[in-house]
Nanobody, 119 residues
Framework: QVQLVESGGGLVQAGGSLRLSCTAS????????MGWYRQAPGKQRELVAS???????NYEDSVKGRFTISRDNAKNTVYLQMNSLKPEDTCVYYC?????????????WGQGTQVTVSS
């Protein structure tokens, strides 16, 4: 089992910034993927940004140029720097990690952290 602990959510005014952090611990073999998803009430969870253990990143179109994902492989930690926040970014943000044991890949989720952007 892998545990993901998130931090950094909160309330911020439009145009402000927040930094989310997520650290993986437990039975880690190789965390080949870490990402941030978000889910608004009544909507499906969507991928916001992701980073592989090789450093390749991917962003959802609406956050390109505003959000930056980074990763510290030695600490099994992923960060999401969110700048120029908009009210529509208000969501619960979830960290995800893919743990590869050499044969299979297992996905784990964090507990979620609320981000609220006021107008």
């Amino acid at each position: 089992q892998v545990q993901l602990v998130e931090s950094g959510g909160g309330l911020v005014q439009a145009g402000g910034s927040l930094r989310l952090s997520c650290t993986a611990s437990g039975s880690i073999f190789s965390i080949i993927f870490m990402g941030w998803y978000r889910q608004a009430p009544g909507k499906q969870r969507e991928l916001v940004a992701s980073v592989t253990n090789g450093g390749s990143t991917n962003y959802e179109d609406s956050v390109k140029g505003r959000f930056t994902i980074s990763r510290d492989n030695a600490k099994n930690t992923v960060y999401l720097q969110m700048n120029s926040l908009k009210p529509e970014d208000t969501c619960v943000y979830y960290c995800a990690a893919h743990n590869f044991d050499g044969t299979r890949t297992y996905r784990y989720w964090g507990q979620g952290t609320q981000v609220t952007v006021s107008s």
